[in-house]
């Protein structure tokens, strides 16, 4: 069975960096073919993937928000980080995150159930 | 804004077949990248409905078809039922924008009269 969560803040000020993070269980990032991305969608609007990382460890950014966003993974824990600096207002939006697998592009067939975050101070 | 664009909303009474256009161009759809959909019911997670232009994931009904065609891709809902009542994202890839591999449409909001 396959499972996702994200936990992290709820909220946080402007300015801040937002740390979230992915565990996942039942597949593993190191196998061939396998990505996790992060996913927002902000209240009411349509989802932006933000950043996928991919078993042999190639990132992939948003362009409009590369400058601040870090993804990470940890094998042996299963799980994937995403850091946001500069955190605003604007960023307010339900993150998920999400197993992907091979295709062009890699599609997300597992997701979380989604945190929301909040950034007001 | 989107370089994949939707149609902000289609209807249909039950029973009917509606679709659902997901526009591109010659660098996503155009330059043979594959398209994604995803139904997204109120209050939950996307859910994959169509991966690869055309294929579905084990459990999605028969109901729900993707095409592919040109800089465009469609998806099909026949036989439409109140349950199908979600946002759709069509997912692929823009070749112009760098370091990014993965672009959504802007949503279709699926109104089942």
């Known amino acids: 069975q396959i499972t996702l969560k994200e936990s992290g803040p709820t909220l946080v000020k402007p300015t801040q960096t937002l740390t979230l993070t992915c565990t996942f269980s039942g597949f593993s990032l190191s196998t061939s073919e396998v990505g996790v991305g992060w996913i927002r969608q902000p209240p009411g609007k349509a989802l932006e993937c933000l950043a996928l990382i991919y078993w042999d460890d190639d990132k992939r950014y948003s362009p409009s928000l590369k400058s601040r966003l870090t993804i990470t993974k940890d094998t042996s824990k299963n799980l994937v980080v995403l850091t946001m600096t500069n955190m605003d207002p604007v960023d307010t939006a339900t993150y998920f995150c999400a197993r992907g697998l091979s295709g062009e592009p890699y599609y997300f067939d597992y997701w979380g159930q989604g945190t929301l975050v909040t950034v007001s101070s | 804004q989107f370089v994949l664009t939707q149609p902000p909303s289609v209807s249909g009474a039950p029973g009917q077949r509606v679709t659902i256009s997901c526009t591109g161009s010659s660098s996503n759809i155009g330059a043979g990248y594959d398209v994604h959909w995803y139904q997204q019911l109120p209050g939950t997670a996307p859910k994959l409905l169509i991966y690869g232009n055309i294929n579905r994931p084990s459990g999605v009904p028969d109901r729900f078809s993707g095409s592919k065609s040109g800089t465009s891709a469609s998806l099909a809902i026949a036989w439409l039922q109140t349950e199908d009542e979600a946002d759709y994202y069509c997912?692929?890839?823009?070749?112009?924008?760098?370091?990014?591999?993965?672009?959504f449409g802007g949503g279709t909001k699926l109104t089942v009269l």
């Open positions: 997912q692929s890839h823009d070749s112009s924008l760098s370091g990014s591999d993965v672009v």
